[in-house]
């Protein structure tokens, strides 16, 4: 069926990173007051990067995860998600390439309390338009790849917070995204179960080929991190790589 939006890859800019913010600002208003989220940040992400973000609370961590997202529109600057400015999209072009190129995870886990991890994780391939069978069979793989074969008919219920937090990061990657959104994913976990889903991260970025972006004040994902960015105010005050 034609498309009454022109083909986004008409938008397409051959930059090769997933993610580019040019000069972005985003500002809230609050009652009378104005909040400046984030001011003229500027960054990108290659393709299979490990990058954590990190700040105290209150600096625009999530913010800026959000307008990774496509969640929110910036109030100024550009974002190039996969090449594609994400402000020349429609609400439809930009869920369909959020679902196809992005996935996310945040602190709480967001899973259906009354589906099985199995069919938590075949969500988004349903969603994509894939067969049933097809959709619970790379569920069932990618659950398998965090750990959890075992538990793939498990409700979130009956399930510990690390093992929610693993059938998330399924459900996030089994569209096969270039990017991960990470927001605070160990924020609700004792910490060495929250050691365990950063190593988990780590060897999905090496393994699946995907870049990931987490927003963190964990010290651990920090140290052990090959690109930091660090946010003050709104601000990227520094960023280091460790080769
Ligand atoms: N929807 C919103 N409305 C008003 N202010 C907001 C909103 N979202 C975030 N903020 C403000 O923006 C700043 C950055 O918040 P946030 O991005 O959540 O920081 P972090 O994730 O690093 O804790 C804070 O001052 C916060 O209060
Ligand atoms: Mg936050």
């Given at each position: 069926?034609?498309?009454?939006?022109?083909?986004?890859?008409?938008?397409?800019?051959?930059?090769?990173?997933?993610?580019?913010?040019?000069?972005?600002?985003?500002?809230?208003?609050?009652?009378?007051?104005?909040?400046?989220?984030?001011?003229?940040?500027?960054?990108?992400?290659?393709?299979?990067?490990?990058?954590?973000?990190t700040g105290p609370s209150g600096s625009g961590k999530?913010?800026?995860?959000?307008?990774?997202?496509?969640?929110?529109?910036?109030?100024?600057?550009?974002?190039?998600?996969?090449?594609?400015?994400?402000?020349?999209?429609?609400?439809?072009?930009?869920?369909?390439?959020?679902?196809?190129?992005?996935?996310?995870?945040?602190?709480?886990?967001?899973?259906?309390?009354?589906?099985?991890?199995?069919?938590?994780?075949?969500?988004?391939?349903?969603?994509?338009?894939?067969?049933?069978?097809?959709?619970?069979?790379?569920?069932?793989?990618?659950?398998?790849?965090?750990?959890?074969?075992?538990?793939?008919?498990?409700?979130?219920?009956?399930?510990?917070?690390?093992?929610?937090?693993?059938?998330?990061?399924?459900?996030?990657?089994?569209?096969?995204?270039?990017?991960?959104?990470?927001?605070?994913?160990?924020?609700?976990?004792?910490?060495?179960?929250?050691?365990?889903?950063?190593?988990?991260?780590?060897?999905?970025?090496?393994?699946?080929?995907?870049?990931?972006?987490?927003a963190t004040h964990?010290?651990?994902?920090?140290?052990?991190?090959?690109?930091?960015?660090e946010l003050r105010d709104g601000?990227?005050v520094?960023?280091?790589?460790?080769?």
């Amino acid at each position: 069926m034609p498309s009454a939006v022109p083909h986004e890859a008409h938008r397409e800019r051959a930059t090769g990173l997933v993610l580019e913010f040019s000069d972005v600002s985003k500002s809230f208003r609050q009652n009378s007051a104005r909040v400046d989220a984030l001011v003229h940040v500027s960054l990108e992400i290659w393709p299979g990067e490990f990058v954590v973000l990190t700040g105290p609370s209150g600096s625009g961590k999530s913010t800026l995860i959000h307008l990774a997202a496509g969640l929110e529109t910036p109030t100024s600057g550009t974002i190039d998600l996969a090449g594609i400015d994400v402000r020349a999209l429609d609400d439809d072009a930009l869920s369909r390439l959020r679902c196809s190129k992005v996935g996310l995870i945040f602190q709480a886990f967001h899973l259906i309390d009354y589906l099985t991890a199995e069919e938590n994780v075949a969500l988004p391939l349903r969603f994509a338009g894939l067969p049933a069978a097809d959709a619970a069979a790379q569920a069932r793989e990618m659950l398998a790849r965090v750990g959890l074969g075992p538990r793939t008919r498990h409700r979130p219920g009956e399930l510990s917070g690390g093992e929610m937090q693993r059938v998330a990061i399924a459900r996030a990657l089994v569209v096969r995204p270039e990017l991960l959104l990470a927001d605070e994913p160990t924020g609700n976990l004792d910490s060495r179960t929250g050691a365990g889903i950063l190593e988990l991260l780590r060897q999905l970025n090496e393994q699946e080929r995907v870049a990931v972006l987490l927003a963190t004040h964990d010290e651990r994902a920090a140290a052990s991190a090959p690109r930091i960015l660090e946010l003050r105010d709104g601000a990227v005050v520094a960023a280091s790589h460790r080769g």
